[in-house]
């Protein structure tokens, strides 16, 4: 189990080889286990100092027993304070995320090493917010409550709950653990994307509950869209949806029934006629 003190001041450290010390200095933010030369004794999901094969300091860094990733850099600097700096990196990822996003109010808010946050995804979907978990560190208990009493400060939402993928966990040795509520009750709600309105349902559906990335290209889309349309692996209806408008015929088709139910929730919710096609 992932070290429940991760948040203690670093006291271990993992010596890395030339080559793991030569991509630090380009900027890198991982090493691989095969560049690692000492990590004895170290527990799982540790945070550790990162020095070269003569000692001399690298940074600091959140450490994997199993993964091949073995570690993921925090800082070029000693963190004396994990729980500050999680709560630091966490308001930076907001503040930046509320510059740039518009016109929707669903969102990737952290992007994992992309906000110096190894390990850590974080969407908003309207009130409620959705976490994956991908590390041993971000695991442990004492993280898992900082990272969430920030959230819920930060945005007061209804609820946070936790999407899990298996397959990061297995390739982390983490013990199994179900999809669900952090806090609050709520799992469903609507949000809107480019003046379209979805249905979401936090605890069903691929990735986090939706395709949040492809929000810029469903409106670039739409600027081009006439005639008749056709959203291939259209799932819950995206491109469909922002096509309707300036199209006289869209269809929509999915390998998946469950998508396309909410495909057709999502039609009616914006009052177009779509056409929906469960086919692979």
């Known amino acids: 189990m992932p070290n429940r003190s991760v948040l203690a001041e670093t006291t271990a ?28 004794g170290i527990p799982p999901g540790a945070l550790v100092s990162v020095a070269d094969e003569r000692g001399r300091f690298l940074g600091t860094a ?3 027993s199993a993964s091949q990733i ?21 308001a930076a990822a907001i503040a930046y995320r509320e510059k740039l996003v518009h016109d929707t109010d ?21 009130d409620i917010l959705s976490l994956q978990v991908l590390t041993q560190a971000m695991h442990g208990d004492a993280v898992r409550q900082t990272v969430t009493s920030a959230l819920a400060e930060q945005f007061k939402p209804a609820a946070i709950l936790e999407r899990v993928d298996e397959r990061v966990r297995e390739l982390e040795e983490l013990p199994p653990r179900p999809s669900g509520l ?5 799992t469903s709600t609507m949000y809107s994307m480019n003046g379209v309105r979805f249905h979401y349902a936090g605890l069903e ?15 670039a889309a739409a600027q081009y869209a006439s005639g008749e349309a056709l ?48 086919a692979n």
């Not at 073995?70 to 966490?90: C, E, F, G, K, Y």
């Not at 669903?106 to 309207?126: C, H, K, Q, T």
């Not at 952090?182 to 709520?186: A, P, Q, W």
């Not at 559906?205 to 409106?219: C, I, M, P, S, V």
């Open 62 to 64: 959140l450490y994997s």
């Open 182 to 186: 952090l806090m609050g009750e709520k």
């Open 13 to 40: 450290t993992v010596k890395v080889s030339s080559r793991g010390a030569a991509r630090l200095k380009n900027g890198h933010v991982w090493v691989y286990r095969s560049d690692i030369v000492s990590a004895e």
């Open 205 to 219: 559906g691929q990735k986090t509950g939706a395709f949040l990335d492809q929000r810029e290209n469903y409106a």
């Open 106 to 126: 669903a969102y990737r808010v952290v992007f994992s090493e992309g906000d110096f946050l190894p390990g850590l995804i974080v969407d908003r979907y309207n």
């Open 231 to 278: 959203d291939v692996c259209c799932y819950q209806g995206g491109f469909a949806l922002h096509l309707a408008p300036r199209c006289s015929k869209v269809t929509g088709v999915d390998s998946s029934r469950p998508a396309l139910e909410v495909a057709e929730q999502n039609a009616a919710l914006n009052q177009h006629e779509i056409e929906w096609i469960e």
């Open 70 to 90: 073995a570690i993921r850099m925090l800082s070029h600097q000693p963190v004396r304070d994990l729980t500050a700096l999680l709560r630091q990196r966490i």
